[in-house]
């Protein structure tokens, strides 16, 4: 319709300027009327130029639309001149393109935007890398897992990382153990590819299942305690209340009869004695299996870190003056204030001050710390840290193991519960040592 008023628009024009051509003829000719034929020229020139800027208008506005989209300039907008209707049409429906290009183009950066944003915000690591090795793409949650900004080719990666992403099959799933300034990592890995313009790409995924696997070993061991803690109780509660009765009987029995031989009853007496306290001993080590099964569900409350740390302080000021160790904190003013539950949380700290206590050695200059901050994710990080005798890499991998301790009268539960506390705050706990120089023990939560 469009092309059609513009054939009939051009050829009216033509028409006029031949019909002008030949009315001029004929006055110059014919006529010899010379003063009519110059307005006839004057007429024709104005035709001429009315053409002319009819074509070149036309022909501009044209070229300024294709080049707009083809440079993505949708915003482009032209006047509608209603006195000339085909062209009202034309530019409308440049107007309507470009509007629809528009359109196109901001759902289709929206999209990218939105695609952009969940790869960063998803906690699975990506890295994407060309056949040449060349790094694409690496995502927040891989620059947090890793410690590590974008690396130009996979060479420029930590050896260690370099040789683990070699080592994964395309198609395959790997399970690593990967540490990195001390904290602990078990890392999920998978491999896959594409053709993306011709061209061959790598994915690789690297997701930090630690969390989950603590949880699933932690539930393991409740269950194996609750078992536990059951049938010895069961066995053990009798055995206990019959050997102090036969035990009692048995004195009395020796007091007012003397039925037997002293040397006799004296020896079955320091028997019973023997199993009573074995007994008492079995009933306390299920208490510990008792108190690491039943952990309460945490009552949040606001607690003012200075007030509790000040707590721990006046708890331990003889133990620390005697040792000569220095206690100080420092807390970041944004993270002054915890949600959680007092009790369960003091109790954790307590056992990891206490732990600081006894790794340090007689030397002067003990020192413990604790700082507490804010972390990118929002949550608080606690670091209670000493410059004792460290922990060995060997004993390192077991001090989460409930019973496991290194101490002469520990119980080894101590830092097994504190996890699990941690763990129900929706927390974690590692621990970054290093012997002969001290430890750290960290606490997101």
Known sequence: MINKKYQIGFLVRILLLTLFIALLMYMLIIEKQYLRSVYLIFLIIYLIWSIYR??????????TFISALANEEYSIQFAEDKSNRSLQILYHLYNTTASRFQKVKYERDLQHVFLEEIMQQIEVGILAFDKDEKVLLINKAYSELFR?????????????????????KLGARKLIYHSIDGEKLILSAHSTSFVLKGKSMTLVYFHNIKTEMDEQELESWQKLFSVLTHEIMNSVTPISSLSSSLNSKLKKDIVEFGAAEPKTLNSLSEGLEAVALRTKGLLTFT???????KVPKPKIVEIELEILFERINTLFSSTFQTKGIVFSYLISPEASILFADSQQIEQVLINL?????????TNSGSKIIIKVTKNYEGKTEISISDNGMGISDEIMEKVFIPFFTTKEKGTGIGLSLSRQIIRMHGGIIGINSKTGEGTTVSIKI
């Open 54 to 63: 009819y074509i070149t208008k036309i022909t501009r506005d044209f070229y």
């Open 287 to 293: 208490e510990s299996f008792r108190k690491l099964s």
């Open 353 to 361: 001050v206490q732990n600081s206590i006894d790794a340090q050695s």
């Open 148 to 168: 590590c900004k974008k690396p130009q080719t996979l060479a420029d990666l930590n050896p260690n990382i370099y040789s683990i992403i070699k080592e994964i």
